[in-house]
Structures are given as structure tokens and as C-alpha cells.
């Protein structure tokens, strides 16, 4: 039985083929920096919530953040793309 050279460039071309679309699938992170987030909020668990709240006059205290005013703290995250 003869195999030609096909065979083998077939297989080598779906081995390609197929770790290049579970690299394409790996979860690409940000650092906190990257992705818009106040330095001081990168230990707390929502650190989106944390970076609007300060960003819209909120306070930040042992690890508990808190804001003040719910229309800006809404404004922050919708145009941030986070709401």
C-alpha cells in the first residue's frame, strides 16, 4: 500500500490549524490599569463598582467602597461600558 505525500501534509495542517483556534480561544485579561480600573480598587472583589464609585465622589475604606449619588455612579458605569 502506497501512501502518498498528501496524507501527511493533511494531518500537519489540521495539528495547525487546530492549536491555532485554541490559542485564538484563550481568555485574554487586562491588567487592572489596561482596563480602566482605579489603582486603589485593584483588591477588592468589584473592582468596576469601586472605580466609579471614587470616580464619582465616593469613599473607599477598609476594603469597602460606597457612593454617594446613583445617577452618576449609573452615568460612570453605562459610559464605561460596564453596565
Known amino acids: 500500500m502506497k501512501v502518498g505525500l498528501g496524507v501527511p501534509l493533511a494531518a500537519a495542517f489540521m495539528l495547525v490549524l487546530s492549536i491555532g ?3 485564538a480561544q ?38 469597602r467602597w460606597q457612593y454617594f449619588n446613583s445617577r452618576t455612579y449609573s452615568d460612570c458605569m453605562t459610559k464605561k461600558g460596564w453596565l
Open 21 to 23: 483556534m485554541a490559542a
Open 26 to 63: 484563550q481568555k485574554k485579561t487586562a491588567s487592572t490599569a489596561e482596563a480602566g480600573i482605579n489603582p486603589q480598587c485593584a483588591q477588592v472583589n468589584n473592582k468596576r463598582g469601586c472605580t466609579c464609585a471614587l470616580e464619582t465622589g465616593g469613599t473607599l475604606a477598609n476594603g
